[in-house]
């Protein structure tokens, strides 16, 4: 049991002023939090027992005890600590980019692992397997993603759309139905065009699925289906960089496990894909 520390970590912009004393503090300490009480904590981070507890809520874990369980499985499993590799620094050299980059994603896809329920995930997968249709949503960077999904369920016969355009997302939404799946991804879960666009499809009766940063937005209160991503992302940076690969990790899980759910109708309609393509490049080369 761990992942205590990342939920305090992405939770901590957005949890009330009362709670942010004790998380700073259990962040600051975390060695030290195992061994407490819930009223030594509230003592030594200057909160309250009450305000303890509502934390724990607040992140999604059951109480004191849970999270203290979790902490105690981050300090066991921690490593040697590659803090130097959280920024680029000028003048970087390409080999110490290489193992930067590198510490950086498989942080980011460890951390994602240990924030996701995989009931959740089973649950978008058996309504991606069940879906009339599904639409990807997403803006900038994460459209990218919403891509991805379309040209990997595509090819394995699903009807899928990742519209870019806001109106034409507006419209695919509105004409959606039950049975249907909008699936939106947004790192801040705080797109306003992406908010307009699910709040269309859930309105539509269709079953929608997030895929967002852990700790509370707007977008998570649309969703049937909640699914995170933690990203160790630099203060300045000009693309998404962490976030885009935990996505994309987290869309080739629910892919395979889609795929795997009907493999002999898989392989016939990603032979059907293979061979319209070969087909097609044939035909150009003549």
């Known amino acids: 049991m761990n992942g205590g520390l990342t939920l305090l970590r992405e939770s901590l912009p957005s949890i009330k002023p ?78 110490h980019l290489i193992e930067a980059m590198a510490e950086k994603h498989i942080q980011s896809i460890d951390q994602t692992m240990q924030v996701n329920d995989a009931k959740a995930l089973e649950r ?66 705080e797109t306003g065009q992406l908010l307009q666009v699910l709040q269309r499809a859930r309105d539509a009766g269709a079953t929608t699925i997030v895929m967002t940063k852990l700790g509370p937005n707007w977008l998570q209160q649309l969703a049937d289906i909640q699914l995170f991503t933690v990203a160790k992302e630099a203060r300045i940076r000009s693309a998404a960089t962490s976030s885009r690969i935990v996505q994309m990790y987290l869309m080739d899980i629910i892919y395979t496990a889609v795929a795997g759910r009907d493999y002999e109708h898989t392989i016939e309609a990603l032979e059907k894909s293979r061979q319209a393509i070969q087909q097609a490049f044939q035909t150009e080369q003549k």
């Open 124 to 189: 978008a997968v058996t309504m991606i397997s069940r879906a009339r249709k599904i639409d990807f949503y997403g803006v900038g960077a994460s459209y990218l993603v919403a891509q991805d999904g379309e040209q990997k369920f595509g090819r394995i016969g699903k009807w899928c759309t990742a519209y870019s355009d806001a109106h034409q997302q507006l419209a695919s939404a509105a004409n959606l139905t039950f049975g249907d799946v909008a699936f939106a991804i947004s790192y801040s879960g």
């Open 18 to 95: 009362s709670e942010k004393n004790a998380a700073s503090y259990i962040l600051a300490h975390p060695a030290e939090v195992v061994t407490l009480s819930v009223q030594e904590l509230a003592v030594k981070s200057g909160s309250s027992e009450a305000a303890v507890i509502r934390l724990c809520k607040s992140i999604g874990v059951t109480g004191y005890r849970e999270l203290k369980l979790k902490i105690a499985g981050d300090l066991q499993n921690e490593s040697v600590s590659k803090e130097a590799f959280d920024e680029i620094e000028p003048n970087d050299t390409v080999e």
